[in-house]
Nanobody
Framework: QVQLVESGGGLVQAGESLRLSCKAS??????????VAWFRQAPGKEREFVSA????????DYADSVKGRFAIAKDNAKNTVYLQMNRLQSEDTAVYYC?????????????????WGRGTQVTVSS
């Protein structure tokens, strides 16, 4: 069983930055074997895709709403994926979840992931 633990959330002002971390542990948890994604869910809204790093080629995917502001990176040695979030806006306020799937490519809909973390809260005040 794989465990994912997110960290790095918090309360920031608009325009500031945060870096989220997602550390994997447990049997079969080597992130090199997975496509790793970040999703978020704001109060009263559906969960939405944010970003992913693909197992197939190490390439990355971003939602249009975060493109140019967020950056995803994977450190295989630390078995951790990071989400660098810059120029944060109030619309970025949400619980951010890390998810992994044993597949080559990103599932943007979020229904085909094998493991999920419990999330970390990001609150951006304007």
């Amino acid at each position: 069983q794989v465990q994912l633990v997110e960290s790095g959330g918090g309360l920031v002002q608009a325009g500031e930055s945060l870096r989220l971390s997602c550390k994997a542990s447990g049997s079969g948890s080597s992130l090199s074997r997975y496509t790793v994604a970040w999703f978020r869910q704001a109060p009263g809204k559906e969960r939405e895709f944010v970003s992913a790093v693909r197992r197939a080629d190490g390439g990355t995917d971003y939602a249009d709403s975060v493109k140019g502001r967020f950056a995803i990176a994977k450190d295989n040695a630390k078995n951790t994926v990071y989400l660098q979030m810059n120029r944060l806006q109030s619309e970025d306020t949400a619980v951010y979840y890390c998810a992994i799937r044993y597949a080559l490519y990103t599932d943007w809909g979020g229904t085909a992931y094998d493991f999920w973390g419990r999330g970390t809260q990001v609150t951006v005040s304007s």
